[in-house]
């Protein structure tokens, strides 16, 4: 199993570009997330799906958009970059939202870089 | 909606002593406590977890304890390797619905001197 895999590994773009964050996971999990990563803030998720076919909002939307392709894939689109977007995305997965067994299984990371 | 502290943000210890991570939570009706552990470069991965219907749980070198009543928890490491060397995120969960969602603290860089 690879486990949760996302692409690319590394990104930069142009302020007001657009892209998309491809996420994909074989473990069957139900639930799939995207998190950023900045210094000393920690993990704050971004959007998250509970199940194929639902997406929520999470801590910090703004920006975003996402997509639920399928049980196993869950992209992440930014519109229009901009710099206060440079950070590090995980995407994540777990067998089940709503389960006390809830560990969240994080894919490698994209370094995203807005100019 | 739920807030996480976590201290301190960095931490240095001598190899073999003991580390101690605190974390805060502000939701009263939190249940669920997990670390993850993240090597540099790396993901996170998750080391150990806590229910609220217990006070502590131990794995090898690794402990958390739960007090529900002050609403902190910490996460204990005995014998420090250089290994353990790495960010450590605490984290919180209101309930278990479909839309629950995992707080994160801000992380604490742990570093074992030799």
């Known amino acids: 199993n690879a486990g949760v895999t996302q692409t690319p590994k590394f990104q930069v773009l142009k302020t007001g570009q657009s892209m998309t964050l491809q996420c994909a996971q074989d473990m069957n999990h139900n639930s799939m997330y995207w998190y950023r990563q900045d210094p000393g803030m920690g993990l704050r998720l971004i959007y998250y799906?509970?199940?194929?076919?639902?997406?929520d909002k999470g801590e910090v939307p703004n920006g975003y958009n996402v997509s639920r392709l399928n049980k196993r894939e869950f992209s992440l689109r930014l519109e229009s970059a901009a710099p206060s977007q440079t950070s590090v995305y995980f995407c994540a997965s777990s067998p089940r939202q709503d389960s006390s067994y809830n560990e969240q299984f994080f894919g490698p990371g994209t370094r995203l870089t807005v100019l | 909606g739920e807030n996480v502290e976590q201290h301190p943000s960095t931490l240095s210890v001598q190899e073999g002593d003991s580390a101690v991570i605190k974390c805060t939570y502000s939701?009263?009706?939190?249940?669920?406590f997990p670390w993850y552990k993240q090597e540099l470069g790396k993901r996170p991965q998750l080391i150990i977890d806590?229910?609220?219907?217990?006070g502590e749980k131990k794995d090898q070198r690794i402990a958390v304890t739960l007090n529900k009543t002050a609403k902190h928890f910490s996460l204990h490491i005995t014998e420090t390797q250089p290994e353990d060397s790495a960010v450590y995120f605490c984290a919180a969960r209101r309930g278990h619905s479909s839309a629950s969602k995992i707080i994160f603290g801000s992380g604490t860089r742990l570093s074992i001197r030799p």
């Open positions: 806590i229910r609220s219907n217990v």
């Open positions: 939701d009263s009706a939190s249940n669920y």
């Open positions: 799906s509970a199940s194929e076919g639902t997406t």
